[in-house]
């Protein structure tokens, strides 16, 4: 029996969409979008927001459902399964996904220990010395790692731990957690949106949130980050959707179930840009500034703002304080369980072990990994690792993905794919997005963000710290996935049941 018969399934539809919205929604949509949504014009920004949602979110979206669901494989397997010579790039979204894991586990845990804090509010009353000093014990910068932060390790046993109790044994419990925690973390955020509204000086935020800048829209700058903001938003390129959709029948409907995760995922973010600028309002009024000058984002907002405005709330900045933390923390841990499967499942193909074994080697792996973010310099590695792949690795994946499909393969093939079960057929404007929109913005992007690391730097880094945590992280994913590209298989890759796309100019086999 083939492992295509075997292959495990999704309980429900719903549970698949629920993990992919669970992926999507994280700390991004609370802590990124609200300042994105402000900083690029504020109303205005949803006209290039829902033009990039349509012609680069869904379009790649729907793309990502039909290589998992069809190839039936992780990103590892599925790129093999098209064209062998392809492989790395499903592995290059892997290890992506596994940098990212690394990483994200150690800002959960920060998470979890301030939803412990929340109960004593115990940053007292500077939470900026509280975050770096106390807390984290920041070191002078990125080269002096320092001793671990045992906290923090506390908290990553947690979430490895429990992590690995939850998936280990079958996507079913992966999906369960999900079909769990997205519906909390919906009713936490809509209890924080409700009373942030009542609050005064909620209208004075929401009015310098939504304020249209319809001049912001003759900028290009926006547009890009319009694109950047929905592809890093909808978790795409890191290997999460194809995995998930390849535990779908292989006979699902894909265009209507990626409209309904893309744009679950969007409601979500404007009602956080919402809770955001709400409390963003009250606490400049607290102070006596306009709203414009607290606005901040990132761990900025979650660990200092946002605390220095709870203290100014009384008694109700302790409801604030666990409600926020705690849906930071729930948020964030379904896109960590994404990360896992991303990163792992694709090990467990190619060397045909047990999911537990699996988990259990690249748990403790990526767990040991993560104690570096427990240092005292772990903060600025942080935050340059997550730069380097956020705005040059997966949007080169993107980029890549879109590339292959639109100008070496025939992309009209896996529309027809993409259609075959669908309830509404994508058209020919699809092929346009894959082939020209999707690569042309995906390539500005990258070539903005390439010019502004030149000309600026990035946050007064050295480059010594740069090129390590940053140039060299991404050059080790790529050297990684081309090495795992040339071991053999120990699974059949090529089975009878998935069609392989044409290539270009092969005649009219694929249509
Ligand atoms: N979409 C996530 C967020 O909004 C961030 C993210 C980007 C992500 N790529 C991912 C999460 C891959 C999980 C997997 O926070």
Redesign the pocket.
Known sequence: MSDVAERQQWGSKAGFLMSAIG????????W??PYVLYEQGGGAFLIPYLVAMFTAAIPLLVLEYTIGSQMRGTSALSWARIRAKYEWLGWLQAFF?GC?MVY?SAILSWAISYTRFAFTMAWGDDPNGFFFGSFLKLSDGPMQIGTVNLAVLAGLVLLWGSAFLVCSRRVRGLEKANLIMMPALFILMLIIIIRGLMLPGAAAGLNTLFTPDFHAMLNPRVWLAAYGHVF???????G?MVTYSSYLPKKSELTNSACIAGFS?SFFEILCAVGVFSILGFMAGQQGVPATEVATSGIGLAFIAFPAGFNTMGNLGVFFSITFFFALVV??YT??L??ME?FIAPFTEKFKISRRKGYAILCSLGFAASILFTTNGGLYILDIADFFI?NFG?VLVGLLEAFIVGWLLKTGYFRELANANSYFKFGRWWDACIRFIIPIMLSSTIMLSIRNLILNGYEGYPMIAMILYGALLIALCFVFSFVLQSKGWAIPVQTAEVQLPPGRGKGKEGK
């Open positions: 992926s999507a929604v994280g700390l991004g949509n609370i990124r979008f996904a990212i994200y890093f938003s909808c978790s795409l390129a890191s999460v995922n948020g964030g896109s960590l994404s990360l991303a956020n997966l």
